[in-house]
């Protein structure tokens, strides 16, 4: 199913989308296929599969850590997206790609936009590839049915906004605060400020992530915004579990409550 798709589905059920990000190949590739099937057993709408990177930009300590261990594992682009066509065989959840843009490069990005669509990738999410360098990313990922997703942060600056806004045709992936990702104990007090302000230019979907972590805060997004997306809390809770079998019960359990949080009615 296509982005747009899910959120128009939800946004007719007047809820928020439940969006989980985890690390592919941690702790293995074929464990993140179980992980993510679980996921959507328990109430996910969507997934981001990161694609784990040596030099990441946006990633806290948590996802940074993550991201080691995959790599250590022998994760590679083409074994997440390999991942990624094993989900798609079990479970109709839309997936989402996140990644610095060297990995695609590296890979090729006309064949990468190729494969995941292929493998029933949804869209793709560039961490680091500002939206005014983007037309070229942005069509060939067009040219292979792939939504594209641009992050906008409080710190950016009004015409960057514009831009990435115009060019994502996914959602909009709003940072709730400046700083890489993480856990933290408060929503900023100007996040529905920044949710405004986007929502005046842009009826695309807002999904706000950085730092959520606990179903409070998920229920407290959900009432602003078009997605709840948490990272941290669930890769740190893969982290502590590991390859156990403990492991699916503690995120299967922890995204059930994430869930039942942010599906409330609006």
């Not at 946004?11 to 959507?40: F, H, N, Q, W």
Request: proline fraction near 8%; include cysteine; charged fraction near 20%.
């Amino acid at each position: 199913m296509a982005l747009p798709e899910v959120f128009a589905r939800l946004r007719a059920e007047k809820r928020a989308a439940l969006i989980i990000y985890v690390t592919a190949g941690d702790p293995s590739l074929a464990a993140t296929v179980e992980i993510v099937c679980a996921l959507a057993e328990a109430g996910a709408d969507l997934v981001e599969l990161g694609i784990p990177y040596s030099d990441p930009l946006a990633d806290g300590p948590i996802i940074q850590a993550a991201g080691q261990r995959a790599l250590r594992a022998g994760t590679t682009v083409a074994g997440v997206l390999e991942a990624a066509r094993q989900i798609r065989e079990r479970v109709p959840l839309p997936l989402v790609v996140m990644t610095c843009y060297n990995p695609i490069l590296q890979f090729g990005p006309e064949r990468f936009a190729q494969r995941a669509a292929q493998v029933g990738i949804a869209g793709v999410l560039i961490s680091d590839l500002p939206p005014e360098e983007a037309e070229e990313w942005c069509e060939t990922a067009a040219r292979h049915g792939l939504e594209t997703i641009f992050l906008v942060a409080p710190t950016t600056e009004p015409a960057r906004t514009e831009l990435a806004v115009s060019r994502t045709t996914g959602f909009v992936y709003v940072v709730s605060r400046p700083g890489t990702t993480g856990i933290r104990e408060d929503l900023p007090p100007d996040l529905a400020d920044l949710v405004s302000r986007l929502r005046a230019l842009t009826h695309k979907p807002l999904a706000v992530g950085f730092g959520i972590s606990t179903p409070e805060q998920a229920a407290t997004i959900a009432r602003l915004a078009d997605g709840v997306i948490v990272g941290s809390a669930v890769v740190r809770l893969i982290g502590e579990k590991g390859a156990g079998d403990e492991l699916l019960p503690a995120v299967t359990a922890f995204t059930r409550r994430l869930a039942a949080a942010t599906h409330q009615p609006r």
